[in-house]
């Protein structure tokens, strides 16, 4: 910038000019507080891109409980995600949702990562997620053990049972029915829960149930190849010679179910290496079956009969006076329809072990050495018998007993499986004991005999009135009434006489009336005998009534 100079005088009345330096730039103070918000929202800006995750779509089945920028994804009850969106499926099936999660949570969205809508539920005998009720639904996660990312998932429908961070093994149990089991269902060891049912699934076949269950630790080690699984739901009632006996493990089994499991003592259960996890066992119905040793060497043999089987069942026992020597294998229809005989086959497998014989291995034809055996106890009079086994249910067994008086009958070893000679059971021939006592009853001629003695009573009776007339007249005899008195005794005692001579002859051993009243008195007498006899041997067997004729010693 030129100023004009002050000295005009000195320079001819003319100004001079100055050259001065130009000055700096300066910002007003009012704009520092804009330009340091403007810097701190780009800080903000660039540190949110850079703590921002990835993105991930959940799909759900339905939409209950979701709300865009509201639901809350959580893991260990920390928030890690949040719902952004939410919307139908192309073809309108489920519903997608998508997530936004930190940079942190990355490494948490793995393959198996699994996800879920947390509400207010009751399951069985548990209630979860009452907390929900106050502060809304939200979305679980259960983080899966996968290296391998992954960016879009299908939420389980319902809550796993047991989730990946517990530590224990999954087996597999095989059954036959599913029961009162059920998704949770808890299970036992030594009455402590020590695992649960984590689902359960039909095979292809569909003859059998596939029961995942999960043993938790410090219980999975209990569990080796030799470990017996049974379930323990509801009541277990049992009616034996110790009385009735009520079996349950615990409230939570009597109500929704459950299962146990133990490892028998020759099992060698703290020696045994732990079963490796998804080793399959099978589930048996009750404990006793479970704990039932297997054997190894069976024989197949049949049985006919010509009675009722009601009562008799599959796996009912095979007993060799009170010891369990097999059990029954199935029960099958014999008609012959030449003779039309029908019969009922029951197929039994026998342990030649328990009956210390040796035999071949399992399932197939005995073996020459248990052959003279079973002949000789055969020829001792061993038959096998259908008794009743409990009193309430009506159920029978199998008995294989010595019947020394049985007829005499040998085993058809041309037969695959060979047959064994049967007899009638207890229960059977007590039934016909009875139909003959009862038969000779009804043979007796009650109302002949009733008719006879009537007749026998009103005939003594007039011998009496008469007797005691002739007292009468005697007495006025002797009193001296005179001569009309003495004829009239004289007349009295021949009437008398008449009488007694009737008498004689009405009670002489060859007069009919006495043959008759000598028979009906000695049919009542073989009939009163044969009814003391029954009557003793009630009095000493009363079980005979249900249970049949007591056993005879060989």
């Avoid at 009737?502 to 044969?530: F, V």
């Amino acid at each position: 910038m030129v100023e004009p100079s002050t000295d005009v005088a000195a320079r001819g009345g003319l100004p001079e000019a100055r050259i001065q330096a130009p000055r700096r730039l300066r910002i007003p103070l009012v704009w520092i507080i804009p330009l340091v918000a403007a810097l701190i929202g780009l800080f903000l800006a660039g540190r949110a891109f850079y703590e921002q995750g990835p993105s991930v779509t959940l799909q759900f089945k339905t939409g209950a409980g979701l709300e865009a920028g509201k639901t809350r994804i959580k893991y260990k009850d920390v928030d890690v995600g949040l719902i952004t969106s939410i919307a139908l499926s192309e073809d309108g099936s489920s519903v997608i949702a998508s997530a936004q999660f930190p940079r942190s949570a990355a490494r948490l969205l793995v393959q198996d990562t699994r996800f879920w809508v947390v509400s207010a539920r009751v399951s069985g005998g548990t209630v979860s997620g009452l907390g929900t009720l106050l502060s809304g639904a939200h979305i679980d996660m259960d983080v899966g053990q996968s290296s391998e990312p992954r960016r879009d998932f299908v939420a389980l429908e319902q809550p796993p049972v047991v989730t990946m961070d517990v530590p224990g093994r999954a087996f597999v149990l095989h059954a036959a029915t599913l029961g009162s089991l059920s998704v949770g269902t808890p299970v036992y060891f030594r009455r402590v829960e020590a695992g649960q049912v984590t689902g359960f699934r039909l095979d292809e076949s569909g003859r059998r149930l596939d029961i995942q269950i999960f043993v938790k630790a410090p219980y999975d080690r209990f569990v080796s190849p030799a470990t017996r699984f049974w379930d323990i739901s509801g009541v277990d009632l049992k009616l034996s010679a110790d009385g009735l006996q009520v079996t349950a493990e615990s409230l939570t089994a009597v109500m929704s179910g459950g299962l146990a499991f133990l490892t028998p003592e020759d099992g060698n259960a703290g020696d045994a290496e732990p079963a490796p996890a998804g080793h399959v066992f099978r589930l048996f119905r009750t404990q006793d079956e479970a704990m039932r040793q297997p054997q190894q060497v069976v024989e197949t043999y049949v049985l006919r009969f010509a009675e009722s089987v009601r009562g008799l069942s599959v796996g009912a026992p095979v007993t060799l006076r009170g010891i369990t020597v097999g059990e029954v294998k199935a029960i099958n229809v014999d008609f012959d329809s030449k003779s039309a005989d029908l019969g009922l086959l029951v197929e039994v497998d026998l342990y030649p072990r328990l009956l210390h014989v040796r035999s071949s291995p399992p399932r197939q034809a005995p073996a020459p050495s248990s052959r003279p055996v079973l002949d000789r106890m055969i020829t001792n009079g061993l038959r096998a018998q259908l008794r009743s086994g409990n009193l309430v249910t009506g159920q029978l067994y199998v008995a294989l007993d010595f019947f020394p008086d049985a007829p005499r009958a040998a085993a058809d070893w041309t037969q695959t499986p060979p047959q064994l000679p049967t007899t009638k059971g207890s229960l059977e021939e007590l039934q016909a004991t009875l139909a003959r006592v009862m038969g000779k009853l009804d043979k007796l001629p009650i109302e002949q005999i009733g008719n006879d003695l009537r007749q026998t009573m009103a005939r003594l009776s007039s011998t009496l009135a008469q007797t005691e007339a002739l007292a009468k007249r005697v007495d006025a005899l002797i009193a001296g009434e005179g001569r009309d008195t003495l004829v009239a005794a004289r007349a009295t005692l021949e009437e008398a006489q008449g009488a007694m001579a009737n008498g004689r002859k009405l009670l002489a051993s060859e007069a009919p009336l006495q043959q008759d009243l000598r028979l009906t008195l000695q049919e009542l007498t073989r009939a009163a005998q044969a009814l003391r006899e029954l009557t003793d041997a009630l009095e000493r067997n009363p079980e005979a009534v249900l249970r049949g004729k007591p056993e005879e010693q060989p």
